[in-house]
Every structure is written in structure tokens, then in C-alpha cells.
């Protein structure tokens, strides 16, 4: 069966330190990648996805993701956060070719220090 | 557009109780989801459907029921309300593979 697996639940940073958050899946075939955001009192948006090409997707904010298939690893980054960025991000897998069923991770909580 | 309403944003009920959760897309997708987010449990999938007439099981779906009779509604509900099903539930609507979600409906059973 398919999993996403987030390695922090809570990640805590300052204004302008990096950020990398971890996703790692299993499933062996083909799959298409997702990271979803969730601001405070807001719905669930998309914050970036990986089809084919490019490993290196570059989504809304200044966040950009890694696609590694020897690792099974879609790890979401952001060079300098802002305080805005503190909210809840999910990473999400679906299998290509399976239909719409989308496995998601357990969320991480980012909180921005201003 | 509106894109995926859901109502009511709250609700408690007693145990034993039964209601709807209602869940509204204005886009024409074809694909509806509905799933229940608990802390730290991300975000499981209760039914999906595919279009109207057509729905199946998700990966927790004890408890729930679901109708599509038009694309545009896709109500979810529970008839023996129960303590565990206290989560937020948020409704999706996707053409492809990008998925658009609703407010959340926030449901305490005591």
C-alpha cells in the first residue's frame, strides 16, 4: 500500500533561516508528487507538483521541491522564510495511472519567528 | 467562481445523532472527494466519487455515506454519530490530478 511518510511534525524557524522539510513515499511504480499548504484558518491550497521532467519544480512563494526517485523523496524548500510562511504543509502521492486517490502525509506545523 | 463551499462550518452533536455534511463545487469537476483531517493524522480519505451516480470507499468510510446525484453535490453523512468521528472534515474537487478544497466543517460529537 502507498504511504507518505513527513519526518517533522513541528519545525519552529526564524525570519530568514532556510527551510527543508522531508517527504519520503513508497510505492514502486510511477507516481505524481504534491505539496499542499494550509494557512492559518484557510483552506487547503497547492503549493507545487511534479509530474515528469524537471526533478526540481518551483511553486508559489519562493518554495521550490526536489524530486529524488532512488530515495523516494519529494522534500519541499524555501531559502529565507517569512513569518506569512508559518502554517501547516503536506506532502501527497498519487499513483500514475491509479486513478485520483491521493495518500497524504501527516502535515508538518511550520511556525515562523518574526 | 465560488469553488468547493461546504456547510455548516460547525457542528456538535449528541452521540446517536445523525446530519450531513454538504459540499458544493461551482467548476465542473468530475472527481469529489471527501476527507476527515485529525492532529497529526494528516489527511485520510473517507469516499471519493468519479461522477454523478458513481462513488466508492476511501481508506476510512465505517460510519459514512455518500450520494452523488449531480456533479456539482456531493453530501457525506453520518447516521450514528460517535465520539471518534469528532474531526475536521474537508471536502475536495479535482479534474485531473490537482485537488481544490472547501473551508472544513469542524464536527464535535459528546
Known amino acids: 500500500a502507498q504511504s507518505v511518510s513527513q519526518h517533522n511534525h513541528h519545525v519552529i524557524l526564524s525570519e530568514a533561516a532556510s527551510l527543508e522539510l522531508g517527504c519520503n513515499y513508497s510505492?514502486?511504480?510511477?507516481?505524481?508528487l504534491f505539496w499542499y499548504v494550509q494557512y492559518p484558518g484557510q483552506h487547503l491550497q497547492l503549493l507545487l507538483k511534479?509530474?515528469?521532467?524537471?526533478?526540481l519544480v518551483k511553486g508559489i512563494k519562493g518554495f521550490e521541491a526536489e524530486f529524488i526517485k532512488s530515495k523516494f523523496s519529494f522534500n519541499l524548500r524555501k531559502p529565507s522564510v517569512q513569518w506569512s510562511d508559518t502554517a501547516e504543509y503536506f506532502c501527497?502521492?498519487?499513483?500514475?495511472?491509479?486513478?485520483?486517490?491521493?495518500?497524504f502525509g501527516a502535515g508538518t506545523r511550520l511556525f515562523v519567528k518574526a | 467562481n465560488a469553488g468547493v463551499t461546504q456547510t455548516p462550518k460547525f457542528r456538535i452533536l449528541k452521540i446517536g445523532q445523525s446530519m450531513t455534511l454538504q459540499c458544493t463545487q461551482d467548476?465542473?469537476?468530475?472527481?469529489m472527494y471527501w476527507y476527515r483531517q485529525d492532529p497529526g493524522m494528516g489527511l485520510k480519505l473517507i469516499y471519493y466519487s468519479v461522477g454523478a451516480g458513481i462513488t466508492d470507499k476511501g481508506e476510512v468510510p465505517n460510519g459514512y455515506n455518500v450520494s452523488r446525484s449531480t456533479t456539482e453535490d456531493f453530501p457525506l453523512r453520518l447516521e450514528l454519530a460517535a465520539p471518534s468521528q469528532t474531526s475536521v472534515y474537508f471536502c475536495?474537487?479535482?479534474?485531473?490530478?490537482?485537488?481544490?478544497f472547501g473551508p472544513g466543517t469542524r464536527l464535535t460529537v459528546t
Open positions: 501527497a502521492v498519487n499513483a500514475q495511472g491509479g486513478g485520483f486517490k491521493t495518500i
Open positions: 467548476m465542473n469537476h468530475n472527481y
Open positions: 511534479y509530474f515528469s521532467g524537471d526533478p
Open positions: 510505492y514502486g511504480g510511477t507516481v505524481n
Open positions: 475536495a474537487s479535482s479534474l485531473s490530478q490537482e485537488q481544490y
